[in-house]
């Protein structure tokens, strides 16, 4: 009788903070329907309904809100950031866990050591260096950023790598293959969750992304943001009154991609967590 007591008062307080957690993002999605456009903190539930917030965001883009330019630019940033840093991660990773050579050791510990430091450190000085090459105001240079260091962050992708049997490879180098078709036609097949987890994580961070983008894109031209500069700045003190609602509009518009993302490859994503995590 104590043990049902136990997990049902475990399972309130689970409901009480999912009810929480779930709160303002009703609240972002119902104010999204809202005809009223500013915020409006006597009700809840918007008193009149409209897809408005919706159409003005996708087809009547003006000089403030230009949501299909602001999608585009983050989109183009997070694929090619998400494709160039997860061959570099996987690249990495290999070489950490399936090759031998001086050094090797080292290496590691001095990567684990600089990710231990806060990005932000390096920001001022990653700015001015992207000003000399010309790369600021630009989606080039953010992709720069994005994914140049991208294969400091091996540790989990490598923990999996080490628990594919040497003896595969083994056996494909007996076979006279090389170390890039051990890679790409033994190891890449067999690395599926890591790589999904990779994807996954490679493309949230640019698309999500808010103060490098604010920090290298100096363009008063709203055409040349990103969605979090773009939606940032609807909520400046002088916009927020005409458009709130399109805010949260744009605010659900960009987490359904990432929501379907995380359904569809839920399983591997989970998957690509545990295996990296049973060997270091």
């Known amino acids: 009788m104590k043990k049902r007591w136990r997990t049902a008062a475990r399972h309130m307080v689970l409901a009480v903070l999912a009810m929480i957690w ?30 408005d ?9 003006d000089t403030v809100a230009n949501f299909p330019a602001w999608f585009r630019n983050s989109m183009l940033i997070g694929v090619f950031s998400c494709l160039i840093s997860t061959a570099f991660v996987l690249m990495v990773a290999y070489a950490m866990s399936c090759m031998r050579f001086p050094a090797r050791k080292p290496l590691m510990s001095f990567a684990i050591i600089l990710g ?4 932000v450190l390096s920001m001022i000085a990653i700015y001015f260096v992207m000003k000399l090459l010309g790369l600021t105001n630009s989606l080039t240079g953010l992709v720069i950023i994005y994914s140049a260091g991208s294969g400091l962050g091996y540790l989990i992708c490598k923990g999996f790598f080490d628990t594919i049997p040497v003896s595969l490879r083994e056996s494909a180098r007996l076979e006279g ?6 890679f790409t036609r033994i190891v890449i097949p067999l690395s599926r969750p890591i790589i999904v987890y990779t994807v996954i994580n ?18 008063k031209n ?50 690509g967590i545990t295996g990296g995590a049973v060997k270091g």
């Open 22 to 51: 779930l709160l303002p993002i009703l609240w972002l999605f119902v104010t999204s329907l809202s005809a009223y456009k500013g915020i409006n903190t006597m009700h809840f539930f918007p008193v009149k309904w409209s897809l």
């Open 222 to 271: 709203p055409a040349d943001w990103t969605v979090a500069m773009g939606l940032f700045n609807l909520v400046q003190r002088t916009l927020v009154g005409n458009y709130f609602s399109v805010f949260c509009a744009g605010g659900v518009m960009v987490a359904i991609p990432i929501s379907i993302l995380f359904v569809i490859m839920q399983k591997f994503y989970v998957e």
């Open 202 to 219: 490679s493309f949230l961070a640019p698309w999500m992304d808010f103060v490098m983008a604010k920090l290298m894109i100096r363009s």
């Open 177 to 182: 293959a090389s170390e890039l078709m051990i």
């Open 53 to 61: 917030n919706y159409m003005q965001l996708f087809f009547r883009p």
């Open 116 to 119: 231990m430091f806060p990005g």
